[in-house]
Nanobody, 126 residues
Framework: QLQLVESGGGLVQPGGSLRLSCAAS????????IGWFRQAPGKGREGVAC???????YIAYSVKGRFTISRDNAKNTVYLQMSSLQAEDTAVYFC????????????????????WGQGTQVTVSS
């Protein structure tokens, strides 16, 4: 059973940056497609970035130019680098994983992902 643990959230001022980490245990993350999602109070879960097992990254239009996704195979960790943060970015951020299989869809549909972390809170406020 793949377990994901997010870290790196916190309180940041508008315009600031944060890097979130998604670490996995008992599995190799480069065998999975990884997604980063966020959920603000009273809203649905929104995909912001995803990374395929073969290294293709996709960024949602709403955060394009501010967020990037990357993977460190040696640390078995996927990162979400966030910059120019705004109050609207305040949310709980989750990482999710799906086993990579030929022909599988990749994207921001929550139904594509089998495993989820517990989330990390990001608050953007002065």
């Amino acid at each position: 059973q793949l377990q994901l643990v997010e870290s790196g959230g916190g309180l940041v001022q508008p315009g600031g940056s944060l890097r979130l980490s998604c670490a996995a245990s008992e599995a190799t993350l480069n065998n999975y497609n990884i997604g980063w999602f966020r959920q603000a109070p009273g809203k649905g879960r929104e995909g912001v970035a995803c990374l395929t097992s073969d290294g293709r990254g996709y960024i949602a239009y709403s955060v394009k130019g501010r967020f990037t996704i990357s993977r460190d195979n040696a640390k078995n960790t996927v990162y979400l680098q966030m910059s120019s943060l705004q109050a609207e970015d305040t949310a709980v951020y989750f990482c999710a994983a799906a086993p990579s299989r030929p022909g599988d869809k990749v994207g921001f549909d929550v139904a594509l992902y089998n495993y989820w972390g517990q989330g990390t809170q990001v608050t953007v406020s002065s």
